[in-house]
């Protein structure tokens, strides 16, 4: 991966970390699925208007709104507001990598590289260690609305690889248009009509900072920079980065609601940090033009299997054998062109004048010394 797109991923996760401090204050005046459809109705509108619909399909601008957008955020704002920790959200979030790499390799085809996968091992390993450190269990509830969040997003991750070189920004705002209808009927029936209506009719300063920075920063830049990175690399390259986002929650956390990480914590956010390094190391031998290696890219294996110069000719052109099964030149001449003994077949000149040129008997009895002689 190029530095620039290196360091745009790095922004994002860190943007994305924030969200969560923003999240929380704005679900504290606003129930969480109208904060999902208002979020995403300000995403689309009016972006919708002026940024061009990008060249995909309604199928794929569709799941990824439902996937990526809904279902992700729709799962993780109930969670948060039924007792999710803030700094615990982001961490068991990041199973959408797990899941993003495993669809990714039985659907696309897309295989890890030895790095990555030991990247992925040392990030599992600190996410694991980070949750021990906090000291506190979340309900079981909240915790498998996050990893259902996981799952739908890494859908989403691989869904939005098939709108590979299309407009980041036009994929977030057009996919946006999905989410509010259906998130505000799915609302005002948890919630009830009159519950949605006043919900939306009295909102805080808070509220409205909160979604704010959830719709410029999370979405319209996040996302934005998030399916252009996953058009341009695949998603095994891309997908880390976002381990980078449990630590800074945490520490976002720490600032806005004095949630203190323990050393174990900080011991698996440096392990998070490490397994993100790892998966960004390229073998020697050949990077890819992603920046990752890939099994094509090993010149020597594949030179050795397709190449291989000396024992290729010995099978294909064969000089000398094939030049005497097929060229013989002094074999062939002997039994097409016999020049010695076809004379003595066809051009007897002795033997044939004898037979064929006998002029007359009075020449045979002159001649009688030819007889004699013979």
């Known amino acids: 991966?190029?530095?620039?797109?290196?360091?745009?991923?790095?922004?994002?996760?860190?943007?994305?970390?924030?969200?969560?401090?923003?999240?929380?204050?704005?679900?504290?005046?606003?129930?969480?699925?109208?904060?999902?459809?208002?979020?995403?109705?300000?995403?689309?509108?009016p972006a919708v208007f002026f940024v061009p619909r990008p060249a995909v399909s309604w199928r794929v601008l569709g799941g990824i709104g439902v996937f990526m957008s809904a279902g992700q955020f729709g799962f993780v704002y109930l969670a948060?507001?039924?007792?999710?920790?803030?700094?615990?959200?982001?961490?068991?979030?990041?199973?959408?990598m797990f899941f993003t790499i495993l669809l990714a390799a039985a659907v696309l085809k897309e295989r890890p590289t030895a790095a990555q996968l030991a990247g992925v091992g040392a990030g599992a390993v600190g996410l694991v260690l980070v949750g021990l450190g906090r000291g506190a269990v979340a309900p079981i509830g909240p915790l498998?609305?996050?990893?259902?969040?996981?799952?739908?997003?890494?859908?989403?991750?691989?869904?939005?690889?098939?709108?590979?070189?299309?407009?980041?920004?036009?994929?977030?705002?057009?996919?946006?248009?999905?989410?509010?209808?259906?998130?505000?009927?799915?609302?005002?029936?948890?919630?009830?009509?009159?519950?949605?209506?006043?919900?939306?009719?009295?909102?805080?300063?808070?509220?409205?900072?909160?979604?704010?920075?959830?719709?410029?920063?999370?979405?319209?830049?996040?996302?934005?920079?998030?399916?252009?990175?996953?058009?341009?690399?695949?998603?095994?390259?891309?997908?880390?980065?976002?381990?980078?986002?449990?630590?800074?929650?945490?520490?976002?956390?720490?600032?806005?609601?004095?949630?203190?990480?323990?050393?174990?914590?900080?011991?698996?956010?440096?392990?998070l940090l490490a397994g993100v390094g790892t998966t960004l190391v390229r073998r020697a031998g050949a990077p890819t033009r992603s920046g990752v290696t890939s099994r094509r890219s090993q010149p020597t294996g594949r030179d050795l299997r397709t190449e291989r110069p000396a024992g290729r000719d010995l099978r294909t052109e064969r000089p000398t054998r094939g030049d005497l099964r097929t060229e013989r030149p002094a074999g062939r001449d002997l039994r097409t062109e016999r020049p010695t003994g076809g004379d003595l077949r066809t051009e007897r000149p002795t033997g044939r004048d004898l037979r064929t040129e006998r002029p007359t008997g009075g020449d045979l009895q002159t001649e009688g010394d030819l007889r004699v002689s013979r």
């Open 80 to 96: 948060m507001h039924g007792g999710m920790p803030v700094g615990l959200a982001p961490l068991v979030l990041q199973s959408q």
């Open 144 to 271: 498998v609305l996050v990893l259902l969040g996981g799952l739908s997003w890494g859908i989403g991750n691989t869904i939005s690889r098939a709108a590979k070189g299309a407009s980041g920004l036009g994929i977030v705002v057009w996919s946006a248009a999905v989410v509010p209808v259906p998130m505000l009927a799915l609302a005002a029936l948890v919630e009830g009509p009159d519950a949605v209506v006043a919900s939306l009719g009295h909102l805080s300063l808070p509220a409205w900072l909160s979604t704010l920075f959830t719709v410029v920063l999370a979405s319209l830049v996040g996302y934005s920079a998030w399916n252009s990175l996953l058009g341009k690399y695949p998603a095994a390259a891309v997908v880390p980065y976002t381990l980078l986002v449990p630590p800074v929650g945490m520490a976002a956390a720490w600032l806005a609601f004095g949630e203190i990480p323990q050393p174990l914590e900080l011991f698996g956010g440096a392990l």
């Open 1 to 45: 991966m190029k530095p620039q797109h290196a360091a745009l991923a790095v922004l994002v996760a860190a943007i994305w970390g924030v969200n969560f401090v923003a999240i929380e204050l704005g679900l504290r005046d606003v129930p969480p699925l109208v904060f999902v459809a208002l979020r995403f109705a300000l995403v689309a509108v």
